[in-house]
């Protein structure tokens, strides 16, 4: 064909389409159907909590936003900041705790280093209801009982193996010899940690730091063993107020405070999922 | 006073030895080389001499002081890594300033410091820039300048020229003499580029597969190897090895090789081991080894191969018994392979090897003033 001609008549240019084998369709329609499964509740969530009347079918709502109203009060927040207070001694104590274990288990030649590493990895997996009865014990003879700031200790505790594990895996990423380099300079451990390696796990503490929130911030029945006090339910545990007597359920403002409880913990997943995508770079650090 | 001591320095990992043996005395303000090949034990030796390493046995001293139990930051040494190992999180500024903050330098004259040395060094316009932004070269150079602000009793530098290009590198070299100069310290350092030895050294220390091979002047380790590693570690092209055959002429010992009979210098030479029955190997440096014309003593060869280099052309050649000879010829050479040519020797610096122990059969005496005497002449 010349190239060069000009195009004198116009040729219809039939692209043929991909077929689309039975497979394809299938998959897709299995996972249509997943995805509504999920959908389904969340839209029910959304439209019962700004329904006056809102039941246990998905309708169309009759538009209010009373149901909001009645938590955003200073007695409805309460139980929100009691959840922030408890999470956030949770990860200010856990991460600090965690980053100091974390530094010689993935460093130092500790005698039997392995061996506590297992353990630590094997606490992780520890059931929380296992260990309840004789905390509260505990905290009964320590006079440690209906206070929010020990509770928060104990979910620390709690949280302790994973966050360590996990800021082990990023501090090995360190390069040893930045370390060596400081070691020479004059820096000891605890100069090296804060000036050196803290730097550059800082992603990954964040990481650990958010998971710590959001852990404490769905904890249930910690404190509502260890603290009974009214006023300093966390969220998790004033939800039942909702769930009246006589199976009678407020279900919009069940709903309504579902969202709202949901909403901080939607936000910092999105966050920590923007600081994976940022990655590691150690540029210019270390060759290669 | 910083003088470095190695005594009887033994390095194991489990049941290998890194370094065997290792005794080795560096004076004040030397720059000392330690040159082998890869898994020699030269970087396992700088390392324990920074204290990263404890000796399993043997002692290290710096400037007198016993220091095996003694933590890096307690010796007084800095350390120019091979892989720079700057943090990256700091700016050239925070780098070079890191080890003086951690002294407690006051400010102002941390600021002062780091401007003096960035300005020797030429780094002044890079100094707030980050690790990543800079070349390997500006790299190598923070690195360096990290060290010399803490005037450390020892320099340490662990193959710092390998990651450059080859013109980088020989500019770095020149500096690098220069900061000796000028800077008068002791510097140790390691390398398996024997140029670099050659050019930048007091003394050189070669060691192989754990052991010191021989510690001497640039020179004395070119022209006298104690071995036959040395001798083809140092040098390039590799130095000629053949295959000899010491014998006695009239009560005098007589080298025969490629057809030819030399003389070696009877005050130095070594009597073989019985087990190599009077078979030595003779190593013959490239530029000792020249074209004569036919009628003159040598060996025919045929080229195999003609590497010019503009500056001078590397000349392989086969002879008959199946020995490579490479020869430097002058540049220009009409050479062409597959020409036959006649190859002499230069008879005064032949070395001799016992072929079992590997050692030179020449032993060094010391030479008065500038003269040399050859090791061999020719018969």
């Known amino acids: ?288 | 006073m910083a003088e470095v001591r190695f005594e009887h320095v033994y390095k194991l990992f489990g049941a290998h030895a890194a370094v065997e043996d290792l005794s080795l005395d560096i004076a004040d303000g030397e720059f000392l080389v330690l040159l082998g090949p890869s898994g020699c034990g030269k970087t396992t030796s700088l390392r324990m001499l920074a204290g990263l390493e404890r000796p399993t046995y043997g002692r290290i001293e710096i400037g007198g002081r016993t220091v095996n139990a003694l933590p890096p930051k307690a010796r007084d040494v800095a350390m120019v890594f091979q892989s720079y190992a700057l943090f990256p999180h700091k700016t050239v500024r925070g780098n070079l300033a890191f080890g003086l903050k951690v002294r407690h330098t006051p400010r102002p004259q941390i600021r002062q410091l780091v401007e003096e040395v960035a300005s020797m060094l030429g780094l002044s316009r890079l100094l707030e820039k980050r690790p990543a932004q800079l070349s390997g070269g500006e790299r190598q150079r923070v690195a360096l300048g990290r060290a010399l602000l803490r005037r450390p009793q020892v320099f340490l530098l662990d193959e710092p020229l390998s990651n450059l290009d080859a013109a980088l590198r020989a500019q770095m070299r020149a500096e690098l003499i220069r900061l000796h100069s000028s800077v008068n310290a002791t510097i140790v350092y390691v390398t398996h580029d024997q140029a670099e030895a050659m050019t930048m050294a007091t003394r050189i220390a070669v060691m192989c597969k754990g052991h010191l091979s021989q510690v001497d002047t640039p020179q004395e380790i070119y022209d006298h190897p104690s071995d036959l590693f040395v001798a083809c570690f140092v040098g390039l092209p590799k130095m000629n090895i053949v295959r000899g055959r010491l014998t006695n002429a009239q009560d005098e010992p007589v080298v025969e090789l490629l057809g030819m009979r030399v003389k070696p210098d009877p005050h130095r030479l070594r009597t073989p081991g019985p087990e190599s029955r009077n078979e030595i190997l003779v190593g013959i440096r490239p530029e000792d080894v020249l074209p004569v014309p036919d009628n003159a003593p040598g060996v025919t060869a045929r080229v195999e191969l003609v590497e010019p280099l503009g500056s001078e052309t590397l000349v392989t050649s086969r002879i008959a018994d199946d020995t490579t000879l490479v020869a430097r010829f002058p540049a220009r050479s009409p050479v062409v392979r597959g020409e036959a040519i006649r190859l002499g020797l230069n008879t005064q610096h032949l070395h001799l090897f016992d072929p079992i122990t590997d050692k030179s059969l020449l032993r060094k005496v010391s030479q008065p003033g500038k003269t040399l005497r050859p090791e061999t002449v020719a018969v």
């Not at chain 1, 009982?145 to 501090?171: C, E, H, K, V």
């Not at chain 1, 939800?239 to 909403?263: D, E, K, T």
């Open chain 1, 1 to 288: 064909m010349d190239r060069t001609a000009p195009a004198t008549s116009l040729q219809k240019i039939v692209i043929p389409y991909p077929r689309v084998s039975l497979a394809d369709v299938l998959g897709n329609a299995v996972l249509a159907l997943v995805g509504v499964a999920f959908a389904l509740p969340l839209l029910w969530m959304i439209f019962a909590s700004l329904d006056k009347n809102a039941g246990w079918r998905i309708r169309l709502p009759n538009l209010t936003l009373e149901n909001f109203g009645s938590i955003v009060t200073a007695q409805g927040l309460q139980p929100f900041v009691n959840s922030f207070y408890l999470a956030a001694v949770t990860t200010v104590v856990a991460t600090a705790l965690a980053l100091l274990a974390a530094y010689p288990l993935s460093r130092r030649y500790v005698p039997g280093k392995r061996s506590v590493t297992l353990l630590i990895l094997f606490a992780s997996g520890l059931p929380v209801t296992m260990m309840l009865v004789p905390i509260y014990q505990m905290y009964a003879t320590l006079h440690w009982l209906d206070s929010r700031f020990t509770t928060s200790l104990f979910l620390a505790a709690t949280a302790l193996p994973f966050a360590i594990w996990l800021l082990m895996n990023y501090i090995s990423a360190v390069p040893l010899e930045l370390e060596e380099a400081a070691g020479i300079e004059g820096a000891g451990t605890l100069r090296t940690l804060f000036s050196v390696v803290m730097p550059l796990i800082l992603p990954g503490l964040c990481v650990t730091a958010v998971y710590n929130f959001i852990t404490a911030w769905g904890a249930f029945i910690v404190p509502l063993v260890l603290d009974s006090t009214p006023e300093d339910q966390p969220g998790t545990v004033a939800i039942y107020q909702f769930l009246g007597a006589h199976g009678m359920i407020q279900f919009g403002q069940l709903s309504a405070f579902s969202l709202l409880f949901s909403l901080p913990v939607v936000v910092l997943y999105l966050l920590i999922g923007r600081s994976f995508q940022g990655g590691f770079a150690f540029g210019g650090g270390v060759r290669g």
